[in-house]
T-cell receptor, first 114, second 110 residues
Framework: DTGVSQDPRHKITKRGQNVTFRCDPISEHNRLYWYRQTLGQGPEFLTYFQNEAQLEKSRLLSDRFSAERPKGSFSTLEIQRTEQGDSAMYLC????????????FGPGTRLTVT | EDQVTQSPEALRLQEGESSSLNCSYTVSGLRGLFWYRQDPGKGPEFLFTLYSAGEEKEKERLKATLTKKESFLHITAPKPEDSATYLCAVDSQAGTALIFGKGTTLSVSS
């Protein structure tokens, strides 16, 4: 257990529906990252928060995606008008206990769009 | 452009048969190279960080080494429970997030 939790673990939705995922990072860590992983690929960066500020967004993050981190604590990732290509594992990560460069990942949310 | 390439894509070993996984990287200023283990349906589990050429880290049957262009994950006398996908990632001075390779899927049979 890395201390990073994600909810839900699995989500099945129909194309066109909106979905929201939640990440609770290791407490008191100001950095939080979202990644997406498709089958046979390594995780790909989506977006990064320092406290409540969203400092960087990948080109993978289309305008249907939005992420927030109110009060610099938990974070949410919302996908609007889901498409089948959005089916993937969505991973959240935060630094480890030493606040070093290592990133510790949560269990992920598996999204299936039918 | 920062890039990570892992080989082989898949590796099948007999229990006790030692081998190595390769991670080649090109990066503009390496801040760290990381190895993760990922089991099916789970998030990546952190294994090692390497910072500079010549550095080595060990954990149980795993040993990670680093040169200026590549890293190796050596697996000594593997057991079936070592079966997983092993991911390599780099953190560069030019970027914010980790850049991952596609991983090597290791299967160890008894």
């Amino acid at each position: 257990d890395t201390g990073v939790s994600q909810d839900p673990r699995h989500k099945i939705t129909k194309r066109g529906q909106n979905v929201t995922f939640r990440c609770d990072p290791i407490s008191e860590h100001n950095r939080l990252y979202w990644y997406r992983q498709t089958l046979g690929q390594g995780p790909e960066f989506l977006t990064y928060f320092q406290n409540e500020a969203q400092l960087e967004k990948s080109r993978l993050l289309s305008d249907r995606f939005s992420a927030e981190r109110p009060k610099g604590s938990f974070s949410t990732l919302e996908i609007q008008r889901t498409e089948q290509g959005d089916s993937a594992m969505y991973l959240c990560a935060s630094p480890g206990p030493s606040q070093g460069v290592e990133q510790y990942f949560g269990p992920g949310t598996r999204l299936t769009v039918t | 452009e920062d890039q990570v390439t892992q080989s082989p894509e898949a590796l099948r070993l007999q229990e006790g048969e030692s081998s190595s996984l390769n991670c080649s990287y090109t990066v503009s200023g390496l801040r760290g190279l990381f190895w993760y283990r990922q089991d099916p349906g789970k998030g990546p589990e952190f294994l090692f960080t390497l910072y500079s050429a010549g550095e080595e880290k060990e954990k149980e049957r795993l040993k990670a080494t680093l040169t200026k262009k590549e890293s190796f994950l050596h697996i000594t006398a593997p057991k079936p429970e070592d079966s997983a996908t092993y991911l390599c990632a780099v953190d560069s001075q030019a970027g914010t997030a980790l850049i991952f390779g596609k991983g090597t899927t290791l299967s160890v049979s008894s």
